[in-house]
């Protein structure tokens, strides 16, 4: 069986973007701690200016979810930290990080952004792999079982799912997947798949998407019922959205 891709559709559909700044405003760092050869790399989701004081900062940057309402944001942890040895896959990109910040040289900020965002990738990969969230969607994505569901809600977010399919997608009975379900990701399949729709509803609205295209599109024929749960979701009305992006 190929290997499913957990985090393309979480890259493709929510904005995810990387610049450099100053140690004050960034949330991601490697930095050399004093007395040490060691680089040490933090990333700090939910903060703004890392504290740099154990060692001379290698590079600074900020990864920017585009807002709080990213699902990929809410379902990190707090912080991921640690240790680059030399023969660690990421060891080389660090270093490229690292001699950009450096020297300081023309498009060098393009460069850094773009290093960031793989790195920035590669943190996502080694998250998963790791199983480093007790729950939420990096958890249900970590998990061999429920992935193979959640990747397909993911990917096909408009069809017609029911919990008997995703169980069977998963090789779960119907109880045993509802049952892990809650347990790993903490909501049940249909209100993971209902926030889920309505989380790239919002992005498509904001990019100027017409409401009752991006209604639809999302599984919902009546525009009330739409506007309804739209509203319960994010505390406005999807056309009001659209009017605060025109």
């Known amino acids: 069986m ?7 559709a979480l890259i493709e559909n929510f904005r ?15 930095f050399q701690p004093h007395n040490s050869s060691e680089i040490q790399l933090e990333f700090h989701p939910q903060s703004k200016g890392v504290e740099c004081a154990r060692g001379v900062p290698l590079f600074t940057l900020f990864a920017d979810f585009g807002s709080s309402a990213n699902p990929v944001l809410a379902a990190l942890p707090n912080i991921f930290c640690r240790t680059v040895q030399p023969d660690d896959e990421i060891a080389p990109l660090v270093q490229m990080l690292a001699n950009e910040q450096m020297a300081n040289r023309c498009g060098g900020a393009a460069v850094l952004g773009r290093l960031g965002e793989v790195l920035l990738v590669r943190i ?7 199983n480093a969230a007790n729950s939420g969607m990096l958890a249900g994505l970590a998990d061999a079982r429920l992935s193979r569901a959640i990747v397909q809600m993911h990917d096909n977010p408009g069809r017609d799912w029911r919990n008997a399919d ?18 790993i990701v903490g909501e049940n399949p249909g209100s993971y798949l209902r926030r889920w729709r309505l989380t790239l509803a919002k992005s498509e609205i904001e990019r100027g998407r017409r409401v009752d295209m991006v209604a639809r599109k999302y599984g919902y024929q009546a525009p009330d019922a739409f506007s309804r749960a739209f509203s319960r979701q994010f505390g406005i009305r999807p056309k009001s959205l659209a009017m605060q992006h025109v």
Not at 16 to 30: E, G, Q, S, W
Not at 166 to 183: N, P, T
């Open 2 to 8: 190929s290997k499913i891709d957990r985090l393309s």
């Open 16 to 30: 995810l973007k990387v610049v450099p700044v100053a140690p004050n405003a960034a949330n991601l760092i490697a």
């Open 124 to 130: 996502l990969r080694e998250l998963l792999d790791t």
């Open 166 to 183: 995703l169980a069977e997608i998963a090789g779960l009975s119907h109880s045993r997947f509802k049952e892990l379900f809650v347990q």
